[in-house]
C-alpha cells in the first residue's frame, strides 16, 4: 500500500511539472508570435491562466490570456505599459503548435495602455498645452483665436474616448 502511494504521489507530481511546463511552451510560443504579427521591439510577457493546462490545450478553449506589452507603437502614438486580457479563448492544439493556419478568437477582451502627454501634445494644435489636474486634464495656451484655458473630462465608452 505504501508503494503505491509512493508512486500515485510521483504520477501526481509528473503531472503537475509536466502541466506547468506546456503552460510555459504555450506562453513563450503566443509571445514570439505576437511579437512578429504586430512586430514589436521586445518579446511581450505572456501569462495563461486557468489550472490544469494541459485539458485547455486539449479542447482548445483557453479560460484567460493575458499579454503585457512594455512598450510599442500604434498609428504613430508612442504607448507603455499595454496590458490585455483575452477570457473564453478558442485557439486549436495544431494552431499553438503551428501546423495550421487559422483564427484565435475571444469571447471577451479588456486593454489598458499608458499615452504619454508628449504624445497627446505632439496631436494638439501649437501652442496649446496639457498638464494632469486630479482624473481630467488641465488645458492652456493660446491660439490666433485666442487665450485657451480650461478643463477636458474624459470618458470611455464602446465607441472611444470622450472628451469634454
Known amino acids: 500500500m505504501r508503494r503505491f502511494l509512493i ?17 510555459f511552451i504555450a506562453e513563450r510560443e503566443i509571445s514570439i ?11 511581450p510577457h505572456v501569462t495563461v491562466r486557468g489550472v ?21 507603437k500604434a498609428s504613430g502614438v508612442q504607448l507603455h505599459n ?3 486580457r483575452f477570457t473564453d479563448v478558442r485557439a486549436s492544439l495544431s494552431l499553438l503548435l503551428g501546423q495550421n ?14 499615452i504619454p502627454y ?4 505632439r496631436k494638439l494644435p501649437s501652442g496649446i498645452k496639457i498638464a494632469p489636474d486630479g482624473s481630467n486634464l488641465r488645458v492652456s495656451g493660446s491660439t490666433p483665436l485666442g487665450a485657451v484655458r480650461g478643463v477636458a473630462r474624459l470618458s470611455v465608452s464602446h465607441s472611444g474616448v470622450t472628451v469634454t
Open 7 to 23: 508512486v500515485l504521489l510521483g504520477l501526481v507530481v509528473l503531472l503537475v511539472i509536466v502541466d506547468r511546463a506546456g503552460a
Open 33 to 43: 508570435r505576437v511579437r512578429s504579427a504586430y512586430d514589436l521591439p521586445a518579446t
Open 52 to 72: 490544469p493546462f494541459l485539458t485547455q490545450l486539449v479542447s482548445g478553449k483557453y479560460q484567460e490570456i493575458d499579454v503585457s506589452i512594455a512598450s510599442t
Open 82 to 84: 499595454v496590458d490585455a
Open 101 to 114: 493556419s487559422g483564427t484565435v478568437t475571444a469571447g471577451h477582451a479588456t486593454g489598458t495602455a499608458v
Open 118 to 121: 508628449s504624445q497627446v501634445e
